[in-house]
């Protein structure tokens, strides 16, 4: 089981372009959620998937969109980025319908520095 | 809203020492309550999580976490702490551990010789 994968791993993008982060979630998973890491920070929520379909919404702008596809993958896409986008950026997948135990595994993270 | 504290920005303890990392949290139903533990440029690996029933609960690597409804707390804590600990520990609450958990800032930890 290959868990949780995230590309690229790293990444350097200028101000005011655009970005497509990836993630494959662990085999048997549906549901895909994306976190932002800034420096010295905890995780925040960005968003979460199931079923193509954007659950639930975190306080971040719509520059920020999502994807989820058929095969359960997810990207993640800035626009217009700006300096303060520069982050970890992590995705967890979990199985939605598992009452107790939702368990989450994270993947590696996508550096992103911006420029 | 929910949120989370962890009042130690950085502990440092001796290796073999025990080891009491704070976490408090305000929420406004039953929390499920979780420990993180993140090495430098990696991800998130799950410690232990707290659901439901027994208060005291045992994870992986020897920890354990306690939590107190009354102090609000979810303590993470382990009796002797070997230097391979030495890494960014992180408190949440919520719902599941995917979807809107809150974070703390987390814990850094060092472990001295």
């Known amino acids: 089981d290959a868990g949780v994968t995230q590309s690229p791993t790293h990444l350097i993008k200028t101000r005011g372009q655009q970005v497509t982060l990836r993630c494959s979630p662990k085999s048997g998973h549906d549901t895909v959620s994306w976190y932002q890491q800034a420096l010295g920070q905890g995780p925040q929520f960005i968003f979460q998937?199931?079923?193509?379909?954007?659950?639930q919404r975190g306080n971040f702008p719509d520059r920020f969109s999502g994807h989820q596809f058929p095969n359960y993958s997810s990207e993640l896409n800035v626009n217009a980025l700006l300096l303060g986008d520069s982050a970890l950026y992590l995705c967890?997948?979990?199985?939605?319908?598992?009452?107790?135990?939702?368990?989450?595994?994270f993947g590696q993270g996508t550096r992103l520095t911006v420029v | 809203a929910q949120s989370v504290t962890q009042p130690d920005i950085h502990i440092t303890v001796s290796e073999g020492a025990s080891l009491e990392l704070r976490c408090n949290y305000s929420y406004g139903a039953t929390p499920y309550l979780f420990w993180y533990v993140q090495s430098p440029g990696q991800g998130l690996q799950l410690l232990l999580k707290?659901?439901?029933?027994?208060?005291l609960v045992q994870g992986i690597k020897g920890f354990e976490a306690e939590f107190k409804r009354s102090q609000s707390s979810f303590n993470l804590r382990k009796p002797s702490v070997h230097w391979s600990d030495a890494a960014e520990y992180f408190c949440?609450?919520?719902?599941?551990?995917?979807?809107?958990?809150?974070f703390g800032d987390g814990t850094t930890l060092t472990v001295k010789p």
């Open positions: 998937y199931y079923e193509e379909e954007e659950r």
């Open positions: 967890a997948s979990s199985l939605l319908q598992v009452r107790m135990g939702r368990e989450a595994f």
């Open positions: 707290y659901f439901s029933g027994d208060t």
């Open positions: 949440a609450v919520g719902m599941t551990n995917a979807g809107k958990s809150t």
